[in-house]
């Protein structure tokens, strides 16, 4: 397993997912302290709101990956820093698989709003507004900022959750490539339309949030240009990968780890022409996962081979 961003450390491991935090999200944490207004009569309760407001974001994540988990995937870290959480999923390539997993995470706050909203009605009828004023204050801001949370992730801009259900559920019908050229463009549009917002509105924050978000989306359309070329390149007949179920391609489009010299992997059946180092298993450029030639072969004449992983 591979260290996430430089800066975080392990907080905690659960379930085989590590949980690491940015340093970042700490100073974050004091300037919100500072920050924190005369609502509470005490610095406690804004460090209880915090704590919360980090618990709500660790859910979410874990809604993601344990959802990418049912489905087959590997989901094994999750990250948080001051502009959110990141569970790094990798479900298998394809678009049901991507739904839920994307799915899941919004789906955390979605079943919070009753159960925040809940606490928030029973505090109001017992008179906490009186009797517990912070309790009271402490209930109504998580059930806001689940709310909030839930709301921001569902915009349909690319790469929120909201943005990568639109690219899911544009999969089924136009497929990987173009399905993903779509919800980037979107995402591109909506991440300026937040940027003009921010200036707008002179929230430095939410800026730059939006020009994260706006770059991610950039990224995203050159990557589904990529995958569209990819696509539209020839094909071995007989042999197919396991996991996305793509056709594997003809030519020189396998670059040797060893001695970087470009080749047709399968052609040669693993072996680099130059410096003849041989690789047992074959790399899939359409989904990035590698498989051993056979099961190449065999995933080309059984439809049902590699679609392992339904969930256990
Ligand atoms: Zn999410
Ligand atoms: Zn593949
Ligand atoms: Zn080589």
């Given amino acids: 397993m591979t260290q996430p961003e430089a800066g ?7 379930a085989g997912i590590t949980v690491f935090v940015h340093w970042s999200w700490f100073l974050m944490a004091y300037v919100q302290f500072k ?18 407001l980090f618990g709500i974001v660790l859910l979410h994540e874990f809604g993601h990956a344990l959802a990418c988990r049912q489905v087959g995937g590997s989901a094994e870290q999750i990250v948080l820093w001051p502009l959110g959480g990141i569970a790094y999923v990798d479900p298998p390539p394809r678009p049901g698989a991507w739904l839920w997993s994307i799915a899941a995470g919004p789906l955390v706050n979605l079943v919070l709003v009753p159960v925040t909203g809940l606490l928030v009605v029973l505090g109001s009828a017992a ?16 059930a806001v900022i689940n709310l909030m949370l839930l709301i921001f ?9 909201g943005g990568q259900i639109l690219q899911s559920l544009l999969w089924f019908a136009v497929g990987r490539p173009l399905s993903l050229k779509i919800a980037s463009i979107v995402g591109v549009v909506g991440g300026v339309g937040l940027i003009l917002l921010a200036l707008a509105g002179g929230s430095i924050w939410m800026g730059i949030m ?5 770059y991610r989306a950039a990224i995203g359309f050159s990557h589904a240009k990529m995958l569209q070329q ?33 080749f047709d992997m399968i052609a040669t059946q693993g072996q680099c022409p130059q410096c003849s180092a041989q690789f047992d298993s074959i790399l899939c450029p359409q989904c990035g996962r590698s498989h051993p030639a056979d099961a190449w072969q ?7 081979a590699g679609r392992s992983g339904t969930g256990a």
Wanted: with cysteine; hydrophobic share 40%.
């Fill in 35 to 52: 920050l924190q207004g005369e609502e509470y009569s005490g610095p406690a309760w804004v460090v209880i709101e915090y704590i919360t």
């Fill in 127 to 142: 008179g906490w507004k009186e009797t517990f004023p912070d309790l009271q204050y402490y209930l109504v801001s998580i």
């Fill in 210 to 214: 939006a020009a994260f978000l706006t």
């Fill in 153 to 161: 992730n569902m915009l349909p801009i690319y790469p929120l959750d």
């Fill in 8 to 14: 975080s450390f392990t907080l905690f491991r659960v």
């Fill in 298 to 304: 065999q995933a080309a004449t059984d439809p049902y």
């Fill in 230 to 262: 990819i696509a539209e390149m020839p094909r071995r007949p007989g042999l197919s990968c396991p996991a996305c179920r793509e056709g594997a391609l003809q030519g020189d489009f396998w670059r040797c780890p060893q001695c970087g010299q470009p």
